[in-house]
């Protein structure tokens, strides 16, 4: 029998969603995202201990992948994924153990799940394999994985749920951590219909080249929001953030990125007792979020269950 004494490590990472800014951060201007920690990833690394099992290799029940990393399966995308992160920690050649991976975020719906896959399995390998790798370096790393996943990614999600904090976030400025004086209470829905981050920002971008001088305006304005919701958020002025996030959703259904079930949603939301709710993410889908004081959150929740294929209620503090 061989003597096998490394236990397995295990890691896990958060799903996101966007506060304020989700496209217009595609283009380099600011937004706001916060972790929704009860959405996650896990990856679990287990050391092989038999010598004629010595290869590496991804288990992935949730999309029915048992697969080894060589090159002859690399088409696959989380594959390609984990080849790529495997190369960036320059591990290849000596990694041959199993990556076990499971996620409870749904897939297709602006929650993060690509990059909260690539965060779990990169902090697992470092606990794993002793790399003593910063949080901003994992944060580089699982960029990475997302230009595999979207092509031209915005930055924020890596960042986010790298960081599991409520960020401002806008490509090549410092990353700011916000902090509200008091919890803050948001119901995210789902609105059942998937929706591809890269085909979503493919789309948004075709519809900009055409009408270049509206979204332009458009995008100063979410900006101009971005900046009010930054102090309404670090002040935890419920009211105000929510007018922003009303503002900010009528501009997103103004470009064409809701759908008809997104705009039932926030009309529900507000009808119910929310101050405010929009679209979170890349939209043509996906999902909602609506912010609610306590004294209101089972009606907002209760209404949006009817109708939404999955309710969250988060509190960020």
Do not use: W
Request: hydrophobic share 35%; net charge neutral; glycine share 6%.
């Amino acid at each position: 029998m061989v003597n096998c004494p490394v236990t397995s490590t295990t890691s896990t990472a958060p799903a996101k969603f966007i506060l304020f800014g989700e496209h217009a951060v595609v283009y380099g201007y600011p937004s706001i995202a916060c972790p929704l920690l009860q959405l996650k990833s896990t990856a679990k690394i287990t050391p092989h201990c038999s010598p004629q099992n010595n290869h590496s290799r991804i288990i992935a029940p949730d999309i029915n992948l048992v697969s080894s990393l060589d090159k002859s399966n690399r088409k696959h995308k989380l594959v390609k994924v984990i080849n790529t992160i495997l190369n960036s920690l320059n591990i290849t050649s000596t990694f041959k153990d199993s990556i076990h991976v499971v996620s409870d975020i749904p897939l297709s719906s602006g929650l993060g799940s690509s990059a909260s896959i690539s965060t779990a399995v990169i902090k697992a390998l470092n606990d794993h394999l002793n790399l003593n790798l910063t949080t901003e370096q994992i944060n580089k790393f699982v960029y990475e994985t997302e230009v595999i996943q979207h092509g031209s990614p915005s930055g924020v999600d890596n960042t986010v749920i790298a960081y599991e904090k409520p960020i401002l976030y806008q490509k090549d400025y410092p990353t700011e951590a916000l902090s509200p004086p008091v919890p803050l209470l948001f119901i995210v829905a789902n609105s059942g219909t998937p929706s591809s981050t890269f085909n979503s920002i493919n789309k948004f971008t075709k519809n900009y080249k055409n009408n270049k001088r509206v979204y332009d305006t458009a995008m100063q304005n979410i900006t101009e929001i971005v900046r009010e919701g930054k102090n309404a958020f670090n002040s935890g002025d419920y009211k105000l953030l929510g007018q922003l996030m009303n503002q900010n959703h009528e501009i997103l259904d103004a470009l064409g990125v809701t759908t008809q079930l997104t705009n039932i949603l926030v009309k529900t939301s507000l009808e119910s007792g929310a101050l405010g709710a929009k679209i979170s993410g890349a939209g043509y889908g996906g999902n909602i979020v609506a912010i609610t004081e306590k004294e209101h959150y089972q009606e907002v929740s209760s209404a949006l269950a009817k109708i939404s294929s999955h309710t969250i209620i988060t509190q960020i503090s």
